[in-house]
C-alpha cells in the first residue's frame, strides 16, 4: 500500500522569502504525485502533478515540484512567497489501479509573516 | 466545464439524529466519486468511493454509508449521528483512469452537539 509523509506540521516563512515543503512518499510503481492547497473553511485545489516525463513539474502561482526517484520525494518550492500563500498543502500519491484512489499526506500549514 | 456541488455548506446536528449530505457534478459523464472526511487540524481520510451507478467501496468502518443513485449524484448518509462525526466533509471526483486528479467540492462543515 502507498503512503504520503509530509514531515513538517507548521511551516512559517517571511513575506518575499523563498519556501520549500517536503513530500516523502511510499509506493511500489512509478507513482502519480500531486501537491494540493487549501485555504480555511474550502475545498483543495490542485496545484501541479506529476505523471511522467519531465522531474521538473511547474504549477499554478508560480509553484513547481521535483520529483526524485532514489530520494523518494515530491517536495513543493516557491522562490518568493506572498501573503496569499497563506494555507494548509497537501501532497498525495495516485495508486494505478481501479478507483484512482490518492492517498494523502497529513499536511503542512504554511504561515508567512509580514 | 466541469462543476462540483456539495449542501448543505454548514450543518448542526444533535447526536443521535440522521445525516444526509449530497454531492452533485456537473459537466462530466461516469466520474468516479470520493467523499472524504477532515477533522479539525488533520488530513484527509477517505471514507467512500464509487466507480459507478449503485457501486459503493468503503473504506473505514463507521456508523456512516454511501449511495450513488443517479451518475452524477453521490450521498453521504447516517442512521444516528455521534460526537465523533464532526468534521469537514469533502466531496471529489475524477476521470476513471489512473493518474487522473480529483477535484474537491467546496465541503460540508457538520458538527454534532
Known amino acids: 500500500a502507498q503512503s504520503v509523509t509530509q514531515p513538517d506540521i507548521h511551516i512559517t516563512v517571511s513575506e518575499g522569502a523563498s519556501l520549500e515543503l517536503r513530500c516523502n512518499y511510499s509506493?511500489?510503481?512509478?507513482?502519480?504525485l500531486f501537491w494540493y492547497v487549501q485555504s480555511p473553511g474550502q475545498g483543495l485545489q490542485l496545484l501541479l502533478k506529476?505523471?511522467?516525463?519531465?522531474?521538473l513539474v511547474q504549477g499554478i502561482k508560480g509553484f513547481e515540484a521535483e520529483f526524485k526517484r532514489s530520494q523518494s520525494s515530491f517536495n513543493l518550492r516557491k522562490p518568493s512567497v506572498h501573503w496569499s500563500d497563506a494555507a494548509e498543502y497537501f501532497c498525495?500519491?495516485?495508486?494505478?489501479?481501479?478507483?484512482?484512489?490518492?492517498?494523502f499526506g497529513g499536511g503542512t500549514r504554511l504561515m508567512v509573516k509580514p | 466545464s466541469q462543476t462540483i456541488h456539495q449542501w448543505p455548506a454548514t450543518l448542526v446536528q444533535p447526536v443521535g439524529s440522521p445525516l444526509s449530505l449530497e454531492c452533485t457534478v456537473e459537466?462530466?459523464?461516469?466520474?468516479?466519486l470520493y467523499w472524504y472526511r477532515q477533522a479539525a487540524g488533520r488530513g484527509l481520510q477517505l471514507l467512500f468511493y464509487s466507480v459507478g451507478i449503485g457501486q459503493i467501496s468503503s473504506e473505514v468502518p463507521q456508523n456512516l454509508s454511501a449511495s450513488r443513485p443517479q451518475d452524477r449524484q453521490f450521498i453521504l448518509s447516517s442512521k444516528k449521528l455521534l460526537l465523533s462525526d464532526s468534521g469537514f466533509y469533502l466531496c471529489?471526483?475524477?476521470?476513471?483512469?489512473?493518474?487522473?486528479?480529483?477535484?474537491f467540492g467546496p465541503g460540508t462543515r457538520l458538527t454534532v452537539l
Open positions: 459537466g462530466t459523464s461516469n466520474p468516479n
Open positions: 498525495a500519491v495516485g495508486a494505478s489501479h481501479a478507483g484512482n484512489m490518492l492517498t
Open positions: 471529489a471526483w475524477s476521470w476513471g483512469l489512473a493518474g487522473n486528479e480529483q477535484f
Open positions: 509506493y511500489g510503481a512509478t507513482p502519480y
Open positions: 506529476y505523471f511522467s516525463g519531465d522531474t
